[in-house]
């Protein structure tokens, strides 16, 4: 097996077999404010949302993970088939090894998921510093690949740095983001991979076009955590080190979700979100859609059933946190009431 | 036995043999600050409150609890002899299986509260959703039941989205408590069950003309705790795992406290109000009376004199407080010296 | 023996055995601000001071606690040789037992202290409740019993509310203090017994006249836990379990401290001072001097030597701290940089 | 051997194998806003800046630690070997045993970091209080002993004042100061040893101009509590409890690291530095370079490479978190957003 699609072997197993989870999103310190008369009927309230031009059940994301290497096809498969069922949106994993190796079974990991989901809002996936080496045509065979609803250019610099072979060079990427943004036939979202976006940075986002941001922050899958791991395994005691020391790094989810939507109107929050109760606490801070990774993987594995059923259960969480706010919709679940407590507060107190 | 009936025996059961208490009512965030030279005797503190127009000897309040079974006689009769005995106020339990079912045995698990207490200050108990199914004289048929003081009608909706067969349709009901706290013989208290009420909330109950108000705040008894183990027992798996995600759900009762207080005049503190000295901090919070649920389920097993004891010792605690912050009244006990701390800080400063 | 001087012996005996410590003085929570480059000799600082007009060699008060019972002749003597060597004050227990009752062996417990330290500054002690049974005279004859440069008159509401044999009548005491402030030919300090003095009531009483305050706060010994044990011990469970809950009720050592400096320009802080890095916090902090009870009893249990000991050590580290803030006396550690922090900065915060 | 170099193998031993150690230099509390999209190559970011007047690879200090006795001079070795190789800054322990004993041996223990380390930034060390003792030529010949760059005279008052035999004279130590850093032909660098040094002492410090500050703020090692270890040995008891006492005394390195910037250009933050991103963090508070002593001293003992390694890690530590902040240069880094949470939030809000 090639290198870049072995190393998401890799990953998966790491994942699954070792602790590379953080706290720290912040959604424990955020408080939605009860509504004991809420006027409204459970099973009426409205969770649909638009996410790239297109129409959502619920404001669910399962997060780019996989893809590229044949044992992920059945991880793809039940997450689209899911995805299908339940109409919610779906990313692949980078499509790097699809795009760069030349090997049938291995593109059926990705393609898959079109397959089975001819209707769901799916999207692509490549990294922002392979836009350097790719012109525009290269992403738009992505976009064919899965015939994609949007594509994502993710950031994930940290992860790279704590790489042996990580590829450190970061120069040139906003242009290449432009470029892409004006020239690609579907909207494309921009997302970090667990460290966060600051509002900075997705204000640099949004003065070159990108059409949604998906935060990514800090507070759930740690990439320093998995690349260290997998560089203890080779005796790269180093990145070992590194990989350990910036476990934690970056803007929690919670404060990242806020920052971005400050400046971005199209704001998917993911890093952390664990439950339809921290979905209905993102959107209340400004994001469109909660997003959801490590949650997804072990259901996969057991296949679709399992995952539409998680899908229903976040579903059902996010709809009784709508209920006891008194929101009928997401718009009213936007400006629902809430409070942001301790380190959350404190961050945010000094980042306005 | 009918649904209803068996179902209050079921939490009954839950309560006393789960832990089903939330923490972070937020009492222990509020510091009453010492006065060390009162000029008071301590025995001549006048502790009497007037709720639903009727002198209290001490400002506390034995919740809603039961009735409904016939299992349940005996503790409504060990309560309203205590309350009887010591003049505080109390609430029966739902009457809903009082109101649908035609059951002797069952009614008497009502009715012997008035027949054992004709001077206590007793109000009947109708939940909000049911409002939509009877008529006034259907209320008026609950407080007739127990020649009730007033009649609380009961916020739960969070609890009945956690039930499997929860009725989550909340429409209408605060045209409802309208046409209730306008037409009924008695005066209304709106009380939640465990997740408290906000200022927004207890502004539109004001505005609707509901006579005071029961927080039922975060912090005691969490009846989304008590489905969860509901659920568990029948392998209703999402409803569990939705109980334990709502499990700590609503606004802090010393909070809800304030806020109910800011915008009403009569408000009873409740949810985790666990000794004389909470029921004190209630009522500098603003609160008219403390009522306590949970910690009177034991003592009402073991007989009236238990339940008496509780009431004295409760009673002394708070006369205590009053000494030595210079109460004495529960007027300036309301105006008393207090700061608040930690979390409950931060959630007010935000609130305000 | 009867019964007040039995009491005593009860305590001390309970606070030796048990845990009647509580923590939350604040001192934790208070910083001195470092001075690298203090340009003093640690050897000449000077830590005198004047209390109740006698100049002491060092800022540390031997808190009142005993006398009354033949026992406690040996602890007073102890007390009293070291304070006559080390040449810092000390109070007496509670006088009463010496004024009521009729007993040689009895009350040399307290007259023991003039003799062994005819030039300490030594202090009487009667409660203000007992202020309303005791003409001016008596209050003389508790002054001659020791030659006392001044008089403590104790508040202790609290732990009166707790005993089962409380006395728990508080009124006219201001205006006896009053009368004896006025009338007495040494100056008068009223002290609490460990639940503190707010800036309300230190301001009532700077208006009466009273010459000094001994905040004795919350957060070292608490005389509701000493009754909680008295109480369990005769099967009051009432007082027992009111006890435990009051345990550690009142101002903060620390902000009582500042508190009543505000108001006081005499204060003397104690209540959970534990070393003499404390007693320079309190010094910051506005207090004249640093008082402790509790940490003085075993030692005086080993003799005089013990507690020279301990005067030496604290007076070592009280001087230490000087030295590495810079402060070449007193008062310019009164108005040396600290910062407070945690729960002590937000209680201040709201008592602005 | 004599005491004075006896007393710095007590030292180095004790601070092996004892816990001396403290926490709460406030790095855990800073936390750098992350950048993913930093548009730089990793490693071409420059991490070069000036220090004394000598370009350092990175911006790293070995803080002065030993020399004195010969056993140290194989530590000293190689960490000065480390420095030529690396680039970075060194300085030697306390140059007093090299300045008044005649003893080659001894002598070398110093002056072998300048034959293994031509080129190296180098500093010696004398401390405040020998500065009276001292005249500009003594210390003229400190600088000739190892060629230096620069001259640290250290503040260990705190130190001294736990030591039985310590000189708690600091009178006319500004004055020497002055006297020292107006004649000496070399910078002069004034350093605590773990207390830190506030922003009065930096601004008195840099009005008598004085070239650079070293905060050597708590933290890290704590001398209080190498003392305190010392003094247990030889049974002084009342220096063990002092040490104890004064363990976590002093400005948190953090804190010191902003005061010390706010007025003077040339500050090095030291005490508990412990990473690369603590480095990073201390330069973007405004320090120029962040310094290392204890965790240095094992590697140190294991020979050059150890040291080197050490260097490399953190330096690429470094580099990891310049570029995830997206920082060019240090003077990028040092204009990086960042946030103040917790404690060490508190502390800087009460010291503006
Ligand atoms: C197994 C796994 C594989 C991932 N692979 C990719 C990827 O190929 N591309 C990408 O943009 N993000 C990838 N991510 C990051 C997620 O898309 C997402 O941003 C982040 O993990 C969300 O956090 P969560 O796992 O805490 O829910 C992956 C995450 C996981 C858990
Ligand atoms: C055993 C039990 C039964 C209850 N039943 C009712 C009820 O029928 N109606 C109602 O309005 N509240 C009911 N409650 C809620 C209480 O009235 C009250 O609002 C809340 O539990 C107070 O909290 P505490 O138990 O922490 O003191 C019940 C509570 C308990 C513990
Ligand atoms: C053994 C003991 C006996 C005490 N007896 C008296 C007393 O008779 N009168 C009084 O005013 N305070 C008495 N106190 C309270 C102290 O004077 C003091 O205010 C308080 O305990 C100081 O706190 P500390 O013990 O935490 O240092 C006593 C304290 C102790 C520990
Ligand atoms: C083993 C050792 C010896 C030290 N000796 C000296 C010294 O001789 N002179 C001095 O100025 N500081 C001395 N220091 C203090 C350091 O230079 C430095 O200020 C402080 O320890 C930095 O903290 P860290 O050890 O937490 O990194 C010594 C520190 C250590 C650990």
């Known amino acids: 097996m090639p290198e870049t699609s072995d190393r998401k072997d890799d990953h998966i197993r790491i994942i699954e077999e070792e602790d590379v989870e953080t706290s720290g999103a912040g959604f424990a310190d955020v408080d939605l404010v009860h509504e004991a008369l809420p006027e409204l009927h459970r099973d009426e309230i409205d969770t649909t949302t638009t996410l790239f031009g297109h129409e959502l059940a619920v404001p669910i994301v399962i997060e780019s993970m996989t893809g ?4 992920t096809t ?6 689209a088939e899911a995805a299908q069922e339940t109409n919610v949106a779906m990313g692949v994993g980078s499509q790097r090894a699809g795009l760069e190796l030349d090997d049938e079974e291995l593109l059926e990991s990705y393609t898959v998921v079109r397959e089975v989901a001819p209707d769901a809002c799916l999207y692509g996936n ?36 704590v790489q042996p072979e990580g590829d450190v060079d970061a120069r040139g990427c906003l242009a290449e983001i432009e470029r892409v943004a004006e020239g690609l036939s579907v909207p494309v979202v921009v997302k970090e991979t667990g460290n966060g ?3 900075e940075t997705a204000s640099r986002l949004a003065d070159v076009g990108v059409d949604a941001i ?13 690349e260290s791991h997998r560089a203890a395994a080779v005796g790269a005691d180093r990145q070992e080190a590194i990989g350990n020391l910036f476990r934690a ?12 939507a400050s400046v971005h109107d199209q704001v998917v929050a993911s890093g952390g979100v664990r439950s339809g109760l921290d979905v209905a606490k993102a959107i209340a801070l400004g994001a469109r859609a909660g997003g959801l990774a490590k949650p997804f993987l072990g259901p996969a594995g057991r296949g679709t059933d ?26 009213e679940l936007r400006s629902t009431e809430y409070v942001v407590l301790g380190r959350t507060k404190e961050y945010l107190e000094q980042r306005r």
Chains 1, 2, 3, 4 share one sequence.
Do not use: C
């Open 68 to 71: 590229g290497h044949p044992n």
């Open 74 to 79: 059945k991880i793809n498969r039940a997450l």
């Open 126 to 161: 490549v990294g922002a510093a392979q836009l350097l080496e790719y012109d525009l045509e290269a992403v738009e065979t992505a976009v064919e690949m899965i015939d994609a609803d949007a594509m994502a250019i993710h950031l994930n610099f940290l992860q790279e740095a």
């Open 197 to 199: 976006i600051s509002r």
């Open 214 to 226: 998906d935060v990514a922050g800090q507070g759930g899958t740690t990439w320093s955590g998995i």
């Open 249 to 260: 790094w970056g803007v929690p989810t919670a404060i990242s979700t806020l920052e971005a």
């Open 306 to 331: 399992a995952v539409v059923d998680l899908i229903e259960q976040l579903s059902l969480e996010l709809r009784t946190a709508m209920f006891v706010t008194g929101s009928a919709t997401l718009s």
